[in-house]
Structure formats: C-alpha cells, structure tokens
C-alpha cells in the first residue's frame, strides 16, 4: 500500500513539473493523479488505525503486562521483558 502511495505522489509531482514546463495542458491528469494519491493516503491511514486498534486490543489480553506487551507489538522494544 505505501509503494502505491509513493507512485501516485511521484507521479503527481511529475505530472505538475510536465504542466509547468508547458509540455502538458491537461490540468485534468494532475486532478486525477491528486484524488488516487488522496484514496491511497486514506487507505494507508485506515489501515495503520485499524492495525493500531488490533495491537491494543491484543495487549489488553495480557492482563497487568499489557503495556510491555503494547511497546513489543509497536516496535518499541526489542524482546518481551521475563515475569
């Protein structure tokens, strides 16, 4: 999904360096390319909450560990500490 993401900006970018230089007239490309990086910028979003959602609702099942638990699940530390 962010390599997507990635292409439509690029390709927005250029689309807009072509207008600029007066090789495309065509605002309409760089309209088009600016809504599919907007639709890609949302689903990434979406995602990242709904991922987000899922880690603390995981955590939560560990009882009183369930902050190490949390920082584990989000990269935040690199081993589960031993209890």
């Known amino acids: 999904m962010r390599e997507r993401l990635g292409f439509q ?3 927005a970018d250029w689309v807009q360096e072509r207008i600029k230089k ?3 007239g065509d605002v309409e490309k760089l309209w088009e390319t600016a809504q599919r990086q907007n639709t890609e910028a949302a689903a990434a979003q979406r995602l990242d909450l709904l991922i ?3 880690r603390r609702q995981v955590a ?3 009882g009183e560990q369930w902050r190490p638990l949390l920082e584990y699940l989000n990269g935040k530390l690199r081993q589960l500490p031993e209890e």
């Open 9 to 11: 900006k690029a390709k």
């Open 22 to 24: 007066g090789y495309e």
């Open 52 to 54: 987000d959602a899922q």
């Open 60 to 62: 939560h099942f560990a």
